[in-house]
């Protein structure tokens, strides 16, 4: 696994060549990881100011309290706003890298490359759209979902091995 997330580094920026099933669902697994520590940050961040809207909701309606809960949710204060900012560096510092890997895990599966552009875009869509409350972008939040899903599915096929590859993608000790 830490070979894995060495290589996905060393190879951020490289968008030829391939990457073996274990080099990408690792590295899935650990920016997953991290990326559920940092949610779980922002939930007990979130904690006291949610106690607090629940312990002076009593008389309000169920559309305000949603409406109280959903305001702290896309105007976070303090911690919560440092918690989400580390998301959000967090994101765009794998975006790249991670484009590449599917980019050359799709080429290694012999897949069309071109959906790890698309994929990109998702991705800074998802990065960006706690921010977004628009009821007319729902459209886009299904594509960038479905697009998600998609190359995770595209990512499961098997590996293609081919001759001229010059690394050690598949030889884990």
């Not at 696994?1 to 580094?9: C, D, H, Q, R």
């Not at 790890?116 to 706690?130: D, E, V």
């Not at 299904?142 to 050690?168: G, H, M, W």
């Amino acid at each position: 696994m830490i070979k894995a997330y060495k290589k996905y580094w060393k190879k951020a920026l490289k968008f030829e060549g391939f990457s073996s099933r274990s080099d990408y669902w690792w590295v899935f697994l650990v920016n997953s990881i991290i990326y559920m520590l940092i949610s779980f940050l922002s939930f007990l961040s979130m904690m006291p100011a949610m106690v607090k809207i629940m312990t002076n909701s009593t008389g309000l309606s169920q559309p305000e309290l949603v409406a109280k809960a959903q305001e702290l949710a896309t105007n976070p204060s303090g911690f919560t706003m440092l918690i989400l900012a580390l998301s959000i560096v967090f994101g765009l510092a794998i975006l790249i890298p991670n484009v590449s890997l599917i980019y050359r895990r799709l080429n290694d599966a012999g897949m069309p490359t071109f959906v790890a552009y698309i994929f990109g875009l998702a991705a800074f869509y998802g990065i960006f759209s706690r921010f977004i409350t628009a009821k007319e972008f729902t459209f886009v939040a299904t594509a960038a979902a479905f697009i998600t899903y998609a190359v995770y599915i595209l990512c499961l096929f098997p590996t293609k091995y081919r001759d001229e590859e010059d690394d050690d993608s598949r030889n884990y000790d």
